[in-house]
């Protein structure tokens, strides 16, 4: 007989063989724990990553979802009952609580057909007309305008009903209107647009004079408020073409004296192959050496401590 730790519970027991577990109880356990499960849609035997899959794969999973669901609704909604069409009385399946017809025919077939409706007294002008509508309660367009002002009024969307404010008269023709707000000074567009003519035209009669920067003539502007510096096309294009010129020669200036500098620091350097003893890659140069490279040594460089100017350099290059 020998002592032996159970591989399921941990309990120490006695047994003669080779047994890993105490009892039935445990080997059962221990089975379920490295057995495969079924997948409960297919059937199918699969390693699952946590004791809550059911499922082999994500097809099998949505197929589960959707039984589930299904289940869910026959438990709580109630049984769909059928009714009769109220087009052609065939007893039909509803898809919705509140459908009324089986098919599209039958649904425009009975809000095509025409309703005759009697004469009724409009609710704006008290006027007696036909409506095409069981809604249609105003005769026209102008008492359709009208219906709208009073209700956007008692909501207080706008401050007063039109046609309210006392007339007045046009400040052009003198003629008396109704204006349709309190700023309003004219009775019609072609009123507004004389005095808007009028106040441009008042603009361009002026006596005022300018002096061309060019030809030095003067000329008169087209408004009185401009504020032009050439007379003509012909004074714009020549003021432009010598300003063009004169930063032409600006550029040619500057790019010989980068020049002559260029020259000047090519002749006050001569090529070495000698190690600097303050270089701080004396490696990398080496093997530039080796290569047959030399390089650029300044003999008076400007950047150097205790450096002085040599009769190469000029003060204006030190400026800059």
Known sequence: MTIKVCVNCGLKFLTEGQEKVCGQICLDELKQKFTKPKCVI??????RKS?????CSHKCGYE?????AARYRDKVRPVKQKNACEGCSKIF???RKDQRFCGSRCYNQHYKKTVTVKP???VECGEVFQPRTERNILCSQQCRYINDKRRAYVRGTIPRMPGTLKPKDCLVCKKTFQPKAGSQKYCSPTCNGLVHLKRNRSRLDHNRLLKC???KNEFKPMTSKSRAKFCSPECRKAHFGNRAKEKQAELEIEAKKQVEVVEKWNDASVKSG???SDSMFPEEI?????KGGFITKYLNPAWATGSKVSEYEDNDFLLD
């Open 42 to 47: 297919c059937g199918k035997k699969f390693n």
């Open 51 to 55: 004791s809550s899959h059911k499922t």
């Open 64 to 68: 589960l979802k959707k039984q589930n």
């Open 93 to 95: 399946m509803p898809t």
């Open 120 to 122: 009724r007294p409009c």
């Open 213 to 215: 920067w060019i030809c």
């Open 274 to 276: 000698e190690l600097p």
């Open 286 to 290: 080496l093997n530039f050496f080796q």
